[in-house]
Nanobody
Framework: QVQLVESGGGLVQAGGSLRLSCAAS????????MGWFRQAPGKEREFVAA???????NTANSLKGRFTISRDNTRNTAYLQMNSLKPEDTAVYFC???????????????????WGQGTQVTVSS
């Protein structure tokens, strides 16, 4: 069982930056692929980015260049750096994880076994 706790959300003006953190209570953090999803009101949960233990990543095409995922395996923590934020980035951001079992990185929510409670990010115009 893995518990995920997000932090770092908040209110920011358009053009600003935020860094989200996801702390995992896993004994073997390295075996998990860590991902970020977001869900805006009335919309489906969408994939943001994910990272394998070795640092290889997959980022949603629409967010490349602005959002960067990283992880610190010594701290059992994953991060999401968000730059040049836009009002349409407003959403609840969720950290998620699954035990790595394939070469490619999953992007569908159903493929992630563990979830955090979410952290609100609000970008004002």
């Amino acid at each position: 069982q893995v518990q995920l706790v997000e932090s770092g959300g908040g209110l920011v003006q358009a053009g600003g930056s935020l860094r989200l953190s996801c702390a995992a209570s896993a004994r073997t953090f390295n075996i998990y692929v860590m991902g970020w999803f977001r869900q805006a009101p009335g919309k489906e949960r969408e994939f943001v980015a994910a990272i394998r233990w070795n640092g290889s990543t997959n980022t949603a095409n629409s967010l490349k260049g602005r959002f960067t995922i990283s992880r610190d395996n010594t701290r059992n923590t994953a991060y999401l750096q968000m730059n040049s934020l836009k009002p349409e980035d407003t959403a609840v951001y969720f950290c998620a994880a699954y035990v790595q079992s394939a070469i490619y990185i999953y992007t569908r929510p159903a493929e992630y076994e563990y979830w955090g409670q979410g952290t609100q990010v609000t970008v004002s115009s």
